[in-house]
C-alpha cells in the first residue's frame, strides 16, 4: 500500500476558468499566506492586517496580525447597504402555539413588549427579523449590556434557549468587545456554576423557562443555583422574562424588558469595538478526558474569516439564500452555523425552538417548505428520531427549495443516510469537525465536486487543513488503509481554536503534546483510503457521545462519586440504535450487601441516576446502572474502561492476565446479569 499524501480526491470540475477543489486546497497548503489573504478579502477589516500568519510560536498561531475588525458590525452592519429588509432570522418555535399562549398568557404579552412581528399558528410561532430589525435589537441589547457595567473583554454566560434574544445576546457581545460563553440549555446548575468560576462571568444571561417537548423548563431557578454553587457570583443576571414561569427577583436580577425599552426610546446605537484580530471572541466549554471542561477560546478575525470562507467553500451558500442549521445554540454548529456564519455569508438563518417530531414528525419539512430552506445541516440523531416515525411525513411537503443536507456531530450510519436520499432527492453529505476547530475539517465540497460522495466517509480534508493519519506510537503517517490517529499539521487554520482560556499549558497537553508540538490530535481513530477518502473509527479518549452531545465519562463519574454509599464508579458509553452511544455506570458500594435487597438497589440506582441528572442536567443521565463487587484495574491502579465497555457490549475483551484483579471481570459481567 502506498504511504498516504495530502493529496485528497481530484474532482470533476473540468471549467478550466474555475479553480477545483484540488487546486483550492494545495493552495491553501502550499501558499497559506496568500491563500488566506485572499479570503480576508471576504470581511470589512477597519484597519488591514500587518502580518496574515504568525507562526513563530507554534502550536500557537496568530492570524491577521494587527488587524482590526469587529464580528458583529460583518454579520450585521456591513448587510445594511444591500439586505437592510431582507430576513437575517427566521425564528420558529414549535413549542410555542397559539393553544400554549392561552395557557401562560404571559407569553403573549411578553412578545408584545419585545416584538409585535409574532405570527401565531396552530403547530407553531414565528418570527421574522430582517438585518435592519437585527441592526436595532443588537444596538439595544449592546446599550443594556454597557449600561450594566460590560465592556471590552468581560465574560458573559448565556444560559438561553434558541430565542432570538439569544442571538442578540451573542452580538451585543461582540459587538463591544465583551467575550461571551454559551451554555447549553441540557446542563444544568453545577455545569452553570464551573463555567462561571473558569471564566469568571461578569454577568448572565437567562430567561425565567424554556420549553422542551411540552415540559417546562426552569432556567431561572437552574441559574440561581448555578450562583449560589459558584466561588465567583456574577454581577447581574440580566433575565429574558418570556412569560413562561413566575419567579422571584433575586437582588441582582434585572429585567430585560425594562431595560431594553430605555434604550429603545433613547434610539440607542452603540459603536462597534474595534478588536485586534487575535483578540478572544468567545469561549466555548467542551469535554476533555480529564478534569473540568476546556474553555475553547476563539479569534474575532481568524474566525470571521474562516466561516465566511466556508460557507462558500465548504456549504456553497449564497447571500440571499436560506441556511438552517438545526443545534442548540450552546454547540459548536449553533454558534458556527446557526449565528455567525450564515450572518457574516448575508444569508437567512433559521432558529429552530422545538423537537424533530412535535407536534408532528412532518415539522422539519413544514418548516423546509414555508421557508424555502436551501441547505440543511443537523446531527444524525434528530434524523435517526424521524425515521422511526411514520414515514409518510416525509413526503407531505414541497421540499424542492433544499439544494444539500449536511450532517455532522457523530457517525452518520448508512441506513440513515439512504433513507434521507430516499425521500429527499438532494446530496446528504456527512462531514467531520470539532468544537475546538469551529468549522469542518474534512467534508465533501458541492460547489467543486460533481462526483458521488463516499458512503460512510465524511470527505477529505478541507482547505487550510493538512490532516493526515498518524501512527499513534511513531508519529508516522499510515498506509492507506492503516488505522491511527487522525491529527492536523500546525499551524492550524484560521477559526480553530486559539488557546484553551488562561491555560496555554493545557491548550499543548490536550492537543499538541502527543506529536512534539507539531501536530494537532483530534483524539479520533480514523483510515484513509487509496483515494483520499478519510473514514473516522471513534474517539482515542474517554468522551463519549450522546446524540451527537460530546460529554467526558469522568464528569458523570464525579457526580456520581457524590454519592455517601459510593466507594468507586466507571461511566462507559455503549452503542445505542438513536442516540450513537448512551453512558452506563458501575457502581462498587461501600457495602455491597446494599443491593442484596432488590427495593434497596432501586432506591440506590434512582439516587444515582439523580445525582447525575442534577449535576449535569438530563443529556448525561446513565441508561443503566450496575453494582460489581470490583472494577478491572491494570496493576497501577488504572480502572480498564475499554474491558468494562466491551463487556457491556458482549464483546471480546482482549487479553486481561495482566490484571491487577481478575476476577474484576466476573464481577462485572455478574452484575449484568443481576439487573
Ligand atoms: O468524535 C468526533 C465526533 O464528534 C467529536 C466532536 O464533537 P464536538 O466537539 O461536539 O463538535 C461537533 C461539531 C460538528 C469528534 O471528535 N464527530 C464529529 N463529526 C463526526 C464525528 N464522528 C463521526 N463522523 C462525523 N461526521
Not at 64 to 89: I, K, S, W
Amino acid at each position: 500500500m502506498n504511504k498516504q499524501t495530502t493529496e485528497h480526491p481530484s474532482n470533476d470540475n473540468t471549467d478550466s476558468a474555475s479553480p477545483t477543489f484540488a487546486d483550492i486546497y494545495q493552495s491553501s497548503i502550499h501558499d497559506r499566506e496568500q491563500f488566506w489573504a485572499k479570503q480576508a478579502e471576504r470581511i470589512y477589516w477597519h484597519k488591514q492586517p500587518e502580518q496574515i500568519l504568525d507562526d513563530s510560536n507554534l502550536p500557537f498561531a496568530k492570524w491577521f496580525v494587527g488587524g482590526e475588525t469587529n464580528l458583529c458590525y460583518n454579520c450585521v452592519d456591513r448587510h445594511l447597504p444591500e439586505r437592510a429588509e431582507q430576513d437575517a432570522f427566521i425564528w420558529l418555535s414549535s413549542e410555542i402555539n397559539q393553544e400554549l399562549t392561552e395557557t401562560f398568557t404571559g407569553i403573549t404579552d411578553a412578545f408584545k413588549e419585545l416584538d409585535n412581528n409574532v405570527e401565531f399558528y396552530t403547530d407553531y410561532t414565528k418570527r421574522r427579523l430582517t438585518y435592519n430589525a437585527l441592526y436595532k435589537e443588537v444596538n439595544y441589547f449592546a446599550d443594556v449590556l454597557q449600561r450594566r457595567g460590560v465592556g471590552k473583554g468581560d465574560r458573559v454566560i448565556i444560559y438561553m434557549p434558541m430565542i432570538l434574544e439569544a442571538a442578540y445576546a451573542m452580538l451585543a457581545c461582540a459587538r463591544i468587545g465583551a467575550i461571551h460563553s454559551v451554555v447549553f440549555g441540557g446542563f444544568a446548575a453545577h455545569n452553570l456554576a464551573i463555567r462561571m468560576d473558569d471564566a469568571e462571568a461578569k454577568m448572565v444571561i437567562t430567561v425565567d423557562a424554556g420549553l422542551r417537548g411540552g415540559k417546562v423548563i426552569n432556567y431561572k431557578n437552574l441559574v440561581n443555583q448555578g450562583v449560589e454553587q459558584a466561588t465567583n457570583k456574577p454581577e447581574t443576571v440580566l433575565v429574558v422574562n418570556r412569560g413562561i414561569l413566575p419567579f422571584k427577583a433575586q437582588t441582582i436580577d434585572v429585567d430585560y424588558a425594562t431595560e431594553r425599552r430605555q434604550s429603545c426610546d433613547a434610539n440607542a446605537v452603540v459603536e462597534p469595538v474595534w478588536l485586534e484580530s487575535n483578540e478572544p471572541s468567545y469561549l466555548l466549554y467542551t469535554s476533555g478526558t480529564t478534569g473540568t471542561p476546556k474553555g475553547v477560546q476563539r479569534d474575532v478575525g481568524g474566525h470571521a474569516v474562516a466561516l465566511t470562507t466556508s460557507m462558500d467553500y465548504v456549504y456553497n451558500g449564497k447571500a440571499g439564500e436560506t441556511f438552517w442549521a438545526i443545534s442548540d445554540i450552546g454547540w459548536a454548529v449553533g454558534h458556527s452555523y446557526t449565528i455567525y456564519a450564515p450572518l457574516l455569508a448575508g444569508m437567512t438563518s433559521v432558529m429552530y425552538e422545538g423537537l424533530p417530531h412535535r407536534p408532528n414528525p412532518g415539522i422539519w419539512w413544514r418548516i423546509v417548505e414555508a421557508n424555502k430552506v436551501n441547505i440543511l445541516f443537523t446531527a444524525p440523531t434528530g434524523v435517526r428520531m424521524l425515521k422511526k416515525q411514520d414515514e409518510t411525513w416525509m413526503t407531505r411537503y414541497d421540499v424542492s427549495s433544499l439544494k444539500t443536507f449536511f450532517l455532522a456531530g457523530e457517525p452518520l450510519d448508512e441506513s440513515t443516510a439512504n433513507w434521507l436520499t430516499k425521500y429527499l432527492g438532494v446530496p446528504i453529505l456527512d462531514h467531520y469537525w470539532q468544537t475546538e476547530t469551529g468549522w469542518p475539517i474534512l467534508s465533501n465540497t458541492p460547489k467543486f465536486d460533481h462526483k458521488a460522495h463516499k458512503q460512510g466517509s465524511p470527505g477529505y480534508p478541507m482547505y487550510g487543513y493538512e490532516a493526515h493519519v498518524l501512527n499513534e506510537e511513531t508519529g508516522e503517517p499510515c498506509a492507506a488503509g492503516e488505522k491511527g490517529l487522525l491529527a492536523i499539521k500546525a499551524p492550524l487554520p484560521p477559526g480553530c481554536l486559539t488557546t484553551v482560556w488562561r491555560n496555554d499549558e493545557r491548550f499543548m497537553s490536550s492537543y499538541f503534546k502527543l506529536f512534539d508540538n507539531k501536530q494537532y490530535s483530534t483524539s479520533d481513530y480514523a483510515v484513509m483510503d487509496e483515494e483520499g477518502y478519510f473514514y473516522i473509527l471513534g474517539r482515542t479518549d474517554d468522551v463519549i457521545n450522546v446524540a451527537g452531545h460530546r460529554l467526558g465519562t469522568q464528569e458523570i463519574e464525579e457526580a456520581i462519586s457524590t454519592h455517601p454509599e459510593m466507594a468507586e464508579c466507571a461511566v462507559v458509553g455503549i452503542k445505542d440504535e438513536l442516540k450513537g452511544e448512551l453512558p452506563i455506570a458501575f457502581c462498587v458500594l461501600r457495602d455491597h450487601a446494599q443491593v442484596a435487597d432488590t427495593e434497596n438497589r432501586f432506591r440506590l440506582e434512582q439516587q444515582i441516576i439523580g445525582a447525575v441528572v442534577k449535576s449535569l442536567g438530563g443529556i448525561a443521565r446513565p441508561a443503566a446502572v450496575y453494582f460489581p463487587q470490583a472494577l478491572p484495574k491494570t496493576r497501577s491502579g488504572k480502572i480498564l474502561r475499554r474491558a468494562i465497555r466491551a463487556l457491556a457490549e458482549n464483546q471480546p475483551t482482549g487479553d486481561m492476565s495482566t490484571l491487577d484483579n481478575p476476577t474484576a471481570i466476573d464481577a462485572v459481567k455478574q452484575s449484568m446479569k443481576d439487573y
